[in-house]
């Protein structure tokens, strides 16, 4: 990659942390801050920052506004949508859909909970992939020599002590996913909610999305979040039906 592109899109990210200014961006990017100038100008002038009164840079709407067009773009996202609407109004809890895009795992839609709690999670961000049950039905697809590449990179925070401890664990659990083709994260990421989830695939068999339900236990326990596994995998195979035009969806053996 081109040094001057790279220094370009590394302010990004540092401007979705909050605005900062020139002196920030310089120091952040190790360069002068002449040269920092220079590319912030260029993004501003594509309408990828924007400069405050303050003398301080954000992210321009332009950038979501391309970030928005890309998601609405993903046909599995508009396929998907009146599902997970329907799922919801059946359920009463959040659903959401991810996909697998350069290493890393995104939420592309989310319908909320038709209760006061809320779930902290938002489209476009990723997902915490060592314990999510979207991440682990995404993930065990993989070919075997992919799963064991990816588990040996990955760190494994200990969000809560359900959390997934380490390459081996991680490994196991995607083998037992892929067999019953259906996930759960049950306190993993966060001690009080829990999760089931089914893939989505296209018309060769492989894992393109995976849709989830989430709950806190103050509303259902576990247990009874679990009863609605069926109606998670009929839902996710409605998709996939109508994502591949393939007939039925069939689950792995």
Known sequence: MSQTVDRALS??????EGPANLEQVSVR???HKSTALRLLRTLHEHGMVYRQADQRYRLGARLFAL???AVENLDVREIAHPHLVELNENCGHTVHLAVHEENEVLYIDKVESRYPVRMYSRIGKP???TVAAVAKLLLAD???????ALAEKLDYPR????????ATAFLAELAKVREQGWATDLGGHEESINCVAAPIRGADGRVIAAMSVSAPNVVVTADELLTLLPLVRRTADAISREYSGNGPAKHPE
Request: proline share 17%; net charge neutral.
């Open 142 to 148: 993989l070919p075997e020599p992919e799963r064991r």
């Open 159 to 166: 969000y809560t002590p359900r959390s997934t401890p380490d």
């Open 11 to 16: 302010i990004l990210p540092l401007l979705a």
């Open 127 to 129: 997902v915490a992939t």
């Open 29 to 31: 990017l190790g360069v």
């Open 67 to 69: 970030a928005q067009q």
